[in-house]
């Protein structure tokens, strides 16, 4: 089955920096990657996701990238801001979307600094 | 509108015992996913239902069953408690397939 490998675990930047997390994922049938925001006592909030037809997304302060010959994509958050601060799961799955199937990595805390 | 809604927020069961979970879906949504989420493990994918049938389920043992009823909402049940099933046990509704999914807050299960 999928596997999904997510770095930094923790992740520490200052108020304003970049912060960028990454994951590799194993099934080259994976076609669907999702990433998803979790605060304290919250359920998961998607914040970005990409499809394996397209290499790059961006939603203002957000981005991700895709690359399938290296079965490897990232977030990258800029100018961040203290209610960045939360852990953060990357997904890959083979359904194209939605929540089924979904493989996570173990996430990573970001922790912004004032 | 309103969100994913999940019934009982915080439940403590024994060993041995069986528990049932409830979600109700975003409005209009007929496709609802269960995960699992501990420490050591991470989010684990449990199953899907989409207009009452189970189209995906992963690795989880024949105590965890679920059930979708014709206004979408969802139960999952799992028999024969265990230590190891205290959880956060999160759903997620769709409209359907390749939509954008949405979580509810979760079931924070406890086994003593």
């Known amino acids: 089955g999928e596997n999904v490998e997510q770095h930094p675990s923790t992740l520490s930047v200052q108020e304003g920096d970049s912060a960028v997390i990454k994951c590799t994922y194993s099934d080259s049938a994976s076609n669907y990657f999702p990433w998803y925001k979790q605060e304290l006592g919250k359920g998961p909030q998607l914040i970005i996701d990409i499809r394996s037809n397209v290499g790059e997304k961006k939603d203002q302060r957000i981005a991700v990238t895709l690359n399938k010959t290296a079965k490897h994509f990232s977030l990258h958050i800029t100018e961040t801001q203290p209610e960045d601060s939360a852990v953060y799961f990357c997904a890959a799955s083979i359904m194209g979307g939605g929540a089924d199937g979904l493989t996570f990595g173990k996430g990573t805390h970001l922790i912004i600094q004032p | 509108k309103a969100g994913v809604t999940q019934t009982p927020r915080y439940l403590i069961k024994t060993r041995g015992q069986q528990v049932t979970l409830s979600c109700s879906p975003i409005s209009g949504h007929r496709s609802v996913s269960w995960y699992q989420q501990t420490p050591g493990q991470g989010l684990q994918f449990l199953f899907e239902y989409f207009s009452e049938t189970q189209r995906n389920k992963g690795n989880f043992p024949g105590r965890f069953s679920g059930r979708q009823f014709s206004n979408s909402r969802s139960e999952m049940n799992v028999s024969t408690l265990e230590l190891g099933d205290s959880a956060l046990y999160l759903c997620?509704?769709?409209?359907?397939?390749?939509?954008?999914?949405?979580f509810g807050q979760g079931t924070r299960l406890t086994v003593v």
């Open positions: 997620a509704s769709s409209l359907g397939d390749r939509t954008e999914a949405f």
